[in-house]
């Protein structure tokens, strides 16, 4: 006859690996969704805000972040969904340029609607911003250019998440009114200073020390002139005629009417890395 105790004690160490496996296949269960997300072939958005609507992607092909490093990045994301949708792209394999690839995959992705994208193309080693609607009027093609300038050492290091995160830190600055630093248009500013004061210096040098030209009275009235008239004789040849009527045109031509990408209305800058 078995021992009562001995059969509850092996029923509960039996319920307890069953309790083990059931919790470990729901965790599994919760991280495989985040996963499919850059496997899948169709990115799908990670975050919606409940008041505009306005989506976040997460579509790293090129598996250059990490889950906590997703995560992170998230956080900083989802502030800039008040304005419009926002997605994070990477890519080791495109066969056209980098910012073609980025107008398409946004036109794809959020059509007309308002938003942006940040992708790190490292087939071509650029990264690159692409906004569109009302998004666009603040991250203009000039803005998209500075914060490429700004982020683009983080990914020359390897940091591909401090480079994102710095940029989508830079966009919702501007977004939310804020100024960011402009390094290269400075430096720009200042060399143009200085050719332009070099350009005046040396044009007062030339005037200062340059000779006085003559007047064009004086050397008019220096130079030795003669005039000679002669009658001129008009002698008629011969005369021809030609018949050219005039051709009616057709109302029925066709027009080279122009299409429009998707959306339209957007752009971008980037930088190499």
Known sequence: MRDPGTYCIVRLAILRKMFSFLLIALLCFAIIPNKALATDGEPHPVYKNPDTGYQVILDDQADLLTPTQEEMLLSDMKPITVYGSVAFVSVDDNSHSTSNFARD????????????IFLIDMDNRNIYIFSHGAVYQTITDTKADVITDNVYR??????????????????????EGGHIAQPMKYISNALLALILAFLIHFGIVILVSGSHRASTKSILRSAKTSFHNTTPNIIFQH?????????????????GGSRSS????????????
């Open 262 to 273: 998707g959306g339209g209305g957007g752009g971008g800058g980037g930088h190499s890395f």
């Open 239 to 255: 005369e021809t005629s030609r018949y050219d009527p005039v051709e009616s045109s057709s109302s029925g031509g066709s027009s």
């Open 154 to 175: 983080h990914a020359s290091d390897g940091d591909y998440f401090g480079c994102a995160k710095e940029a989508y830190h830079q966009i919702y600055t501007l977004l």
């Open 105 to 116: 995959y946004y036109y794809d992705q959020f059509g007309s609607e308002s938003g942006t």
